[in-house]
């Protein structure tokens, strides 16, 4: 295990001024934080309904009135099928609407507001919070239990479906938000109430007790959160507890399958692991090497097994982390920072199947990689795990927001064409505008907490040393040896790729070790100490005192960008980057049929940057030489093979994730070259 190990600084020590991203972070504060709000409450007309707070209040009442589970049954649902209410009928006061996990939408959401007021306190929005903390507080039960779906249809169900009905997963983000709830406001109210759940769940799956384990994971990293802020051991043990039980047999989730099948009277399963691959309970999470099934358990997975390397030295645990990365970003992950390529549970796919139209790449798993790397660079900090983190961010992450953040993507293709995603069943995941909402509403809300949270991503630090992974303007307080030290982080990565850090107050003694970001492999970096480069990072050791500056310069160079020829996908194809950027070409620009533009990628020295403005947001832009296959009229389907006509073009292309601002049209990261 390393001896590197190393931590977030506490978010209130990170105050982000980077002109891109403050603007992010206050979008969310200021838009996204109350349009989610008034989505949670089922206020915004024309979008699906949220059920959240409805729910909330109906278990509240319930439980008021000591009717749990009395009002309402809706036939045994799987995750999959949403409660509505009946056709042409309001909904019942008492009754349970939406899909089982939908109280981790609102617990999401409160996370993000704490994150708010952490870094920038607020009464009134304190005071709104409030309000969800009461309600959500109102809503658990005498024994700690807390789960709207089964306190409204039937409690005596409770814990019968852990792998499908993610009680264990809405417990997880509850506990998040009460961490986070507790470090921004100091109260303990809603960390009691996660206790509380956590207890019961405790009493029922803890150490010695019952064997089971969540079927989407989040619970893992949540109850390490929980340990390493209160100090009490009995969360660590839960955490351990589900990842030891992870893909052992007899299946847990096999065996609770049995016990609906038997009260069925129907023939019951083999209780081996192996069927549960899309679940990853397939085997002991120490064995596992490769990224299997639903994307977004896979990564929040892998997190948590991270932390648990981190807090418990367990080596197994680390190599299987790094066996997990590697299949991940060697052979799953889109160029875009998205993983999971096939809608088809919404998963990961086989090694190189990554199709751009039909991808998922569903903003939570990006946001899931992120989690994920952040974690592995605690472990290790290596430059890799920082370049992947900020792939997602920049890339997947701020593409599933719309620049007014009221509109949202869950799926993240890299290949739209609006009238194919309108018309074919194949495509039908696909939206070719951002949602208002979703009855699935997981992605909005884990977008406005991972921004409001971007302090965490900037940089982590040891005992002795500091380490920038994100250039992102900002003011960081540090400390070094015991000894605080107040930075001030200046970068510019949507132009010149100048950084310049500064020592504002303070002295210390000890290393900033700067990121060599890996699209910019002869970048340089100058103080008055002299450097040592060690995986990805110039590491300057010394006392550092106010004035001390150290400058870089990360040259953002236009890149083209091929996949492996394993991608059968983007075969001859090519795609832009710049710095962290990906690029795409959008109809508004270049006209219909992007398919029939062909880049030219050799003719590097007639590539242009410029800036162009997208919904009041200027945006680095790039025109790239290319050329257009030119349709000559009445084309037959097929015809003999002569060499394409072409034009010669300029191909103007825009950053991934302000793609879709300006009206419904083709997108497409991958162009064919020529
Ligand atoms: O199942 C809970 C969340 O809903 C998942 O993380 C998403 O993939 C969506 O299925
Ligand atoms: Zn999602």
Not at 531 to 554: E, K, M, P
Request: charge should be negative; proline fraction near 5%.
């Amino acid at each position: 295990m390393s001896d590197k190990i190393s931590a977030p600084l506490p978010l209130r020590s990170v105050r982000v001024s980077d002109p891109f991203w403050s603007r992010e972070m206050d979008l969310i504060r200021t838009a996204v934080i109350p349009y989610q709000w008034d989505a949670l409450n089922d206020r915004i007309p024309g979008a699906a309904p949220s059920w959240w707070a409805h729910n909330m209040r109906a278990a509240a009442r319930a439980i008021a009135a000591k009717k749990v589970g009395g009002g309402y049954a809706p036939v045994q649902q799987n995750c999959g099928f949403v409660v509505s209410p009946e056709e042409g009928k309001p909904p019942m006061e008492d009754g349970f609407y939406g899909f089982v996990f939908q109280d981790s939408d609102g617990y999401k959401w409160l996370e993000a507001v704490a994150y708010q007021l952490t870094v920038k306190p607020d009464a009134a929005l304190q005071k709104q919070a409030q309000e969800a903390v009461d309600l959500i507080r109102a809503a658990q039960e005498e024994d700690g239990y807390l789960n709207t779906y089964y306190s409204l249809t039937g409690r005596e169900n409770a814990f019968t479906n852990l792998k499908d009905h993610h009680e264990l997963y809405c417990f997880g983000h509850l506990t998040e938000a009460a961490v986070a709830w507790k470090q921004a406001t100091g109260k303990d109210d809603l960390l009691d109430v996660a206790r509380r759940f956590g207890r019961c769940i405790a009493e029922k799956f803890g150490p010695g007790k019952e064997r089971g384990c969540p079927g989407h994971e989040i619970a893992e990293m949540a109850l390490y959160r929980l340990y390493e802020e209160t100090g009490e051991a009995e969360w660590k043990d839960l955490a351990q507890r589900f990842l030891d039980v992870r893909g052992t047999e007899p299946s847990t989730f096999a065996l609770e399958e049995n016990r609906r099948l038997k009260k069925e009277g129907k023939k019951e399963l083999p209780v081996t692991a192996e069927r549960y691959r899309y679940y990853q309970a397939h085997k002991p999470v120490r064995e596992m090497d490769e990224a299997v099934g639903h994307a977004v358990r896979q990564m929040y997975l892998a997190s948590g097994m991270a932390d648990e390397a981190r807090l418990t030295g367990d080596e197994a645990m680390l190599k299987a982390c790094e066996r997990l990365w590697r299949s991940t970003v060697n052979e799953k992950m889109y160029v875009t920072g998205g993983v999971g390529g096939t809608h088809v549970g919404e998963a990961f796919s086989r090694p190189f199947d990554l199709p751009s139209d039909t991808a998922y790449s569903e903003t939570c798993a990006a946001i899931g990689l992120a989690f994920f790397a952040r974690r592995m660079l605690q472990l290790t900090p290596k430059a890799e795990y920082a370049d992947v983190m900020e792939r997602a961010l920049y890339n997947t992450v701020l593409a599933g927001m719309a620049l007014d953040g009221k509109s949202f993507f869950y799926v993240n293709p890299l290949e739209v064409d609006p009238a194919a995603c309108e018309t074919d069943e194949r495509l039908s995941h696909v939206k070719p505008v951002r949602q208002k909402w979703f009855g699935c509403a997981c992605c909005p809300p884990n977008i406005a907490r991972i921004v409001s949270s971007l302090g965490q991503y900037i940089a982590t630090q040891t005992e002795d040393a500091l380490y920038i992974h994100l250039y992102i303007g900002s003011e960081i307080k540090a400390t070094l040896n015991g000894q605080e030290i107040t930075l001030r982080l200046d970068a510019d990565l949507t132009n010149t790729g100048h950084v310049e850090i500064s020592v504002l107050s303070g002295e210390a003694e000890g290393t900033v070790a700067l990121r060599l970001p890996g699209w910019a492999q002869n970048g340089s970096a100058e103080a008055k100490q002299n450097s040592r480069l060690q995986n990805g990072y110039f590491h300057f050791t010394g006392v550092w005192r106010a004035g001390d500056t150290i400058t870089a310069d990360f040259p953002m160079t236009v890149q083209a960008i091929a996949a492996s020829p394993l991608v059968r996908e983007t075969s001859g194809q090519v795609c832009y980057t710049r710095g962290p950027w990906v690029y795409c070409a959008e109809e508004e620009d270049n006209g219909k049929c992007l398919h029939l533009l062909r880049a030219c990628p050799e003719r590097t020295a007639e590539v242009q940057c410029s800036e162009k403005e997208i919904d009041g947001l200027t945006v680095p832009a790039l025109t790239v030489p290319g050329k257009r296959v030119t349709m000559p009229e009445n084309v037959p389907l097929y015809a003999p093979w002569s060499k394409p006509q072409t034009t010669e073009t300029k191909i103007t292309l825009i950053p991934y994730f302000a793609w879709n601002n300006r009206g419904k049209g083709e997108m497409r990261v991958w162009l064919q070259s020529e």
